[in-house]
């Protein structure tokens, strides 16, 4: 199987800590399967709304479809502690399904002692509270529902927004103690019309915030690791920010839109906010633990923070005394804004989908995947309408095989090689014909951009000179020992010397046009090794 690097240097660092590093299969073997879901409780509320499948009484609507299979599903919101729920169903359990808004902490020591789990499924997104190096080293897949609540919480930072801006919350708390102060609200009252709001991270949910904002008339700024492509950028009307500490003391308002890493653990420490302008309003959805925690109380408390507003902490549900409830200048709730009634359907749906894949032993959209199968990379697609990837390390394909192998387009991964395909040809465009000079005799060079695809999905294939010929539309051909090259961050497939182009018998599929998988693109990513 391809490893990546990445994943082996992950293994051979657990390798003592006892962590098996074989590989679990994704895919589902027959018979009966531990499903363990772990969702908040919803107690008087859980039948009020049909749709509340979030909850740990709604079960994410799938109970009757899991069980009709033959399968076992518990929930419990019960994670935390020795004696708790989750804990009677680790050693057995073939799949767990958590969720960000009641996390439960899938820890390496959790993971070594789950010798059946195959699957982590998180209903939501954001798997920051599964190990996941860990989770790499014994070979687990981990995914989450991808792009399920990135309205969901662009509308909430919205929302934040406004109500730091308009100092909204203490008007709101001076109505319900019966009080009338205009003046206590106003002095600090904005519009926000004018101002600069700058995104820390902008993929699904920061393209969408930077959208919805567009119409507020505000200077927008945005830093990521990747620069958005212009058309979005002009969409938006953002302005790319390279340098996180050059963007930051220029924003009345900073919204954060990035994962919980390594990287990004408490990248807003006691110098970075020093940094941020005298009264800046922070909004921070995206994990807790992005922030000092007590470095965000000192500056609201002397007001160099002039307004925090999240709903994410740590560790989660946030303990009675945990300081963000008590400082001033904070408008704070439980994780909330991506289990709208919308979201927890959206993201059903998602589990539902790759369990139903997981059984078939069909891969998962490749979007959803965090850690596969032990590699620890992910491919995290950035999009709202152009496509990116990040692509963790190299994968190495070390080949063992001499009996042909047939596989999938679907299969197709980045850095990959020796693959033998059956595939129809959708199209084929020349893109290059010219007599090239070599030496004495002038030789033929024929270039020709061709879709070919079969049942799960299509990608371009590179054909060089004779094979332009035998790339004929609705023609179905076998490909031996092709390669992926990358083309612009994108898969091509190609066959070079060591394979060929053959014609064949019409195959019977039909091309799945749907999933055009050189229309991802991959980011590579320099992995750390420690
Ligand atoms: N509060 C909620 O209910 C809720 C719901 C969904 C997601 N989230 C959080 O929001 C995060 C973002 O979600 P998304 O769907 O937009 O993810 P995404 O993967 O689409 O975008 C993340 C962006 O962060 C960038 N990034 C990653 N590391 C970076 C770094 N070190 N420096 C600069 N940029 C970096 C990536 O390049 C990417 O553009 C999630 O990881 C999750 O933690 C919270």
């Known amino acids: 199987m391809a490893m990546k690097r990445a994943a082996s240097t992950t293994i051979q660092a657990l390798a003592s800590s006892g962590i098996s590093s074989s590989t679990r299969r994704l895919h589902a073997s027959p018979g009966s399967k531990k499903i363990v879901g772990v969702f908040y409780k919803g107690n008087e509320y859980a039948s009020m709304n049909p749709n509340f499948v979030g909850c740990a009484e709604g079960a994410l609507g799938i109970r009757d479809w899991l069980e009709s299979k033959g399968h076992q599903y518990i929930v419990t ?207 921070n959805n995206s994990r807790g633990a992005l922030m000092d925690t007590q470095a965000v109380v000192d500056a609201c408390s002397s007001g160099h923070i002039g307004g925090y507003s999240g709903d994410v902490w740590y560790p989660q549900p946030a303990p009675k005394d945990h300081p963000w409830r008590y400082m001033p200048n904070q408008a704070m709730t439980p994780h909330i804004s991506g289990t709208t009634i919308d979201a927890q359907l959206r993201y059903a749906a998602g589990v539902k989908d790759m369990l139903d894949r997981y059984f078939k032993g069909e891969e998962f959209p490749p979007q959803n995947y965090i850690v596969k199968e032990g590699m620890y990379t992910s491919f995290r697609k950035l999009n709202l309408g152009s496509r990116f990837a990040v692509w963790l390390g190299m994968a190495e394909t070390k080949s063992a095989m001499r009996k042909p192998v047939f596989t999938k387009v679907d299969q197709l991964r980045p850095g990959t090689t020796g693959h033998n395909l059956t595939v129809k040809v959708v199209s084929a465009n020349m893109v290059v014909q010219k007599g090239r000079p070599d030496g004495p005799q002038v030789r033929q060079m024929r270039i020709a951009e061709c879709l070919i695809g079969d049942e799960t999905g299509t990608i371009l294939f590179t054909a060089r000179n004779d094979q332009v010929d035998l790339m004929k539309p609705d023609s179905t051909v076998i490909l031996r020992n092709a390669k992926i090259d990358m083309f612009k961050g994108s898969m091509r497939l190609a066959v070079d010397k060591w394979g060929r182009v053959e014609v064949t018998e019409p195959a019977s599929f039909t091309v799945n046009e749907e999933n055009n998988l050189s229309l991802v693109e991959y980011e590579l990513v320099n992995v750390v090794e420690e």
């Open 77 to 283: 919101d019960d994670k935390d502690g020795p004696d708790c729920e989750l804990e009677k169903h680790i050693h057995d359990m073939h799949v767990l399904i958590p969720t960000p808004f009641h996390p439960a902490y899938l820890t390496a020591e959790r993971i070594k002692r789950a010798k059946n789990l195959q699957l982590v499924v998180t209903a939501g997104i954001g798997s920051d509270h599964v190990d996941l190096k860990a989770a790499a080293a014994a070979g687990l897949t981990v995914a989450e529902v991808t792009g399920s609540n990135t309205v969901s919480v662009a509308e909430d930072q919205l929302m934040r927004i406004l109500i730091l801006t308009r100092n909204f919350l203490p008007g709101y708390r001076q109505v319900v103690n019966g009080e009338w102060n205009v003046a206590a609200i106003a002095y600090r009252a904005y519009d926000l019309e004018g101002k600069t709001v700058g995104t820390v991270g902008c993929g699904r949910i920061g393209r969408l915030l930077l959208q919805r904002l567009k119409p507020f008339n505000c200077n927008l700024l945005y830093h990521d690791r990747i620069k958005m492509d212009p058309e979005l950028e002009n969409q938006t009307g953002a302005k790319f920010e390279e340098d996180l500490d050059a963007m930051l003391p220029k924003c009345d308002v900073v919204v954060t839109n990035l994962p919980l890493t390594e990287k990004t653990k408490e990248m807003f420490d006691k110098e970075r906010i020093a940094k941020l302008k005298k009264g800046v309003l922070i909004v």
